[in-house]
C-alpha cells in the first residue's frame, strides 16, 4: 500500500474527528444558552395599541426593541387587542378588549404586564363592574414617580382632569396628544368656488361659507352638500372651542364670565341659522368612514387621518386641517384638545418591577421626539420638536 495514501487517510480521518468534536461542543454550548436564556430572560408582555396605524405602530416596536437591547435580560412580547381577542386585524376590537379586561378585573390575573387602557376604556370597565375608582384597586399609580413629575408638560400636572380621569392616580405615561380640527375637502371647496382660511377664521368667515353652501344646494337638489359633518355626533368640543375664544383665556374665572361667554358665542352663531347648516347631514355607520365629496367640512379629532388613509387615501390626501373659528375680534388663546394615558400596569402583574420599568423607560424626551415627528400631534411629554419645525406641512 503506498505510504502516501495511508497518511493521507490517518489526516482525513483526524480531520473529520476534530470537526464532530467541534460540532458537538457548538451543540452543547449552544443549548446551555438557550437553557440559561430560558431560565434568566424575563418575558414581559405588552398589550399594544395603533396596530396598522403607520409611524405610531413603528414607535411602539422601536420602543420594545431599544429596551430590550439595553435590558438583555428582558425580552418584550408585544400583541394586539385583535390577537388577544381573536378577531380580524379589520375588525374593531374596542368592546371585545373591554370585556376581557373586565374578566381579568374578576378573576384578579393579568396575562399583560403591560396593557392598552386609555380613559374611554377605563370609563366603560368602570360602568362594566359599577366602580368608577376601579384602578385605584388594580393598577399601578405613578403620580408621586420623580420620572412622571420631571418628565411631563407642567399641565399634566396642574390641570386636576388628567389624573382624575382615572379617578385620581396617574396610571402611566401620556404619549399621545389630540387636536379637535376641522377638515376641509379640497374637492368641495372647487365645487362651491370658494378658498377656506386654514389659520385666523372667524365666525363672520363660517357664516360666508354657509351661505355658499346653501345657495349651491338650492340649485343642485341632486348634489346637496353637507355644510359641516360631525360623524361622532359629538358637536360639545366645536362649541366649547367658541366660547374659549369668546373668553380670550382657557377658562372662566366665575359663572357670570362663563355666562357671557356662552350667551356672546350663541349670538354670534345665531347669523349661521339662515343658511340651515345643520341640513342634509350625513349618516355615518362608523366615524372612520369618509365621504370627502359630500361635506365642507368634517369635524373630528386630529387622529382620524390614520383611519382614512385606510379607508379611502384618495379621498384623505384632498382633505386638510384647519382652526375651529373664533369670535369675531377675538383670539382664542388655547386650542381645544387633550392629552392622553394610553398603556397602565396591573399591580398584580407577572413582572410588576419590568413593567414599570419599561414605563420610565417610554417617558423620555426621545419618544416624545419620535412621537411628535411621526404622528405630528402633540404630546404630554416634554419634547424638543417645535410644531413651526414642520413648516408648511399642513
Sequence with gaps: MNLNFIKISFLLLFISMAFQHCSENKSQILSNREKTNSTTKVKLKWLGHWYSLGK??????????EFSLLHQDIEIEL????????????????????????????KNQWPYDIMLCDV????????????????????????????????????????????????????GVYIE????????????????????????????????????????????????????????KDKTP???????????????????????AITLTYRSIEKLAPYKPFSNEINYNNDKVLNHKK??????????????????????????????????????????????????????ARNRKEAEMFMKFISSEETADKWVKYSKYPTGLKNKISYSDFGNDN
Excluded at 83 to 93: F, K, V
Excluded at 250 to 255: G, I, K, Q, R, V
Excluded at 311 to 323: A, I, L, T, V
Aim: charged share 20%.
Design 56 to 65: 405610531k405602530e413603528v414607535l411602539l416596536r422601536e420602543m420594545a426593541r
Design 79 to 106: 400583541e394586539f387587542p385583535h390577537q388577544m381577542t381573536g378577531l380580524n386585524p379589520t375588525d374593531n376590537p374596542y368592546q371585545q378588549t373591554i370585556d376581557t379586561v373586565v374578566k381579568m378585573i374578576q
Design 120 to 171: 374611554y376604556r377605563y370609563n366603560a370597565i368602570g360602568s362594566a363592574i359599577n366602580n368608577p375608582d376601579w384602578g385605584k384597586d388594580y393598577l399601578v399609580d405613578f403620580k408621586n414617580e420623580d420620572w412622571f413629575k420631571t418628565s411631563h408638560k407642567e399641565e399634566i400636572i396642574s390641570i386636576p382632569r388628567y389624573i382624575e380621569a382615572f379617578g385620581n392616580i396617574a396610571t
Design 177 to 232: 396628544g389630540v387636536w379637535n380640527l376641522l377638515y376641509v375637502s379640497s374637492e368641495v371647496e372647487s365645487k362651491l368656488g370658494i378658498k377656506i382660511k386654514s389659520y385666523n377664521m372667524n365666525i363672520s368667515d363660517l357664516t360666508e361659507y354657509a351661505k355658499a353652501v346653501f345657495d349651491y344646494n338650492k340649485t343642485h337638489s341632486n348634489d346637496t352638500i353637507t355644510f359641516i359633518s360631525f360623524p361622532r
Design 238 to 260: 366645536f362649541f366649547y372651542q367658541i366660547v374659549i375664544s369668546a373668553l380670550q383665556k382657557d377658562s372662566a374665572a366665575n359663572l357670570e364670565e362663563a355666562i357671557q
Design 295 to 348: 361635506a365642507l367640512f368634517v369635524f373630528n379629532p386630529s387622529w382620524i387621518n390614520l383611519y382614512w388613509i385606510k379607508s379611502n387615501p384618495k379621498g384623505e390626501s384632498q382633505m386638510r386641517p384647519c382652526e375651529i373659528p373664533s369670535i369675531d375680534n377675538h383670539i382664542a388663546t388655547t386650542y381645544s384638545g387633550r392629552y392622553s394615558s394610553i398603556f397602565v400596569v396591573p399591580k398584580n
